[in-house]
């Protein structure tokens, strides 16, 4: 192989370890992204949970004063 050569594929391979490293970067950002909103979405369940719980509870007070 040429001087030439060997310089073309030497830099092809640091676009490639440049790229690679880009795409680790990314997918971390978004594994993070990921995790926050698996916690907001927990969280927005739990709030879920509870007015669900609050409301029929409400309701069975509604019924009971209803029946009285």
């Known amino acids: 192989m040429e001087q030439s ?3 073309a594929l030497a830099d ?29 979405r927990a969280q927005l ?6 007015a669900k719980h609050k409301i029929e509870a409400m309701i069975g007070r509604l019924r009971a004063l209803e029946h009285h």
């Open 5 to 7: 050569e060997l310089q």
């Open 12 to 40: 092809k391979l640091d676009r490639l370890i440049a790229r690679c490293n880009k795409l680790e970067q990314d997918n971390a950002a978004l594994r993070e992204m990921q995790d926050t909103w698996n916690r907001e």
């Open 45 to 50: 369940m739990h709030k879920n949970d509870l």
